[in-house]
């Protein structure tokens, strides 16, 4: 699984953000090119973050698409497949943009009154 490699690169930026509070929750924006199961994902973090003020984080996956532009008909579309084919022609002559980013978008913590 190399969700895991991901996740503790997240973990790192939830720490550095949480500076020890309790985490609920965290939102992840990851790029289609990452090919993440979301259920992976949180499964992976969970034991990455074990022992952590991270450790019962809900992991919510949100996937960005990537960029598909076609070298032989011109036409660009977006791509929810890590594996691009150009929508129009279907050719597989395409160059991909975007769809890398891994980026922690927010991060819920557990208030005292829960
Ligand atoms: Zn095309």
Not at 11 to 22: C, F, H, I, K
């Amino acid at each position: 699984m190399h969700e895991f490699g991901l996740c503790e690169g997240v973990l790192e930026a939830v720490q550095s953000r949480a500076a020890g509070r309790p985490v609920a929750g965290i939102r992840v924006r990851c790029g289609v090119r990452h090919a993440v199961e979301p259920a992976a994902m949180a499964q992976a973090f969970s034991l990455v973050a074990a022992g952590t003020e991270a450790a019962d984080a809900a992991v919510e996956v949100v996937t960005v698409p990537a960029t598909v532009s076609c070298r032989d008909c011109g036409t660009a579309s977006e791509s929810m497949d890590a594996l691009a084919v150009c929508s129009r022609c279907h050719g597989t002559n395409v160059e991909m943009s975007g769809g890398d980013e891994l980026v922690l978008e927010s991060v819920r913590y557990l208030t005292p009154s829960g």
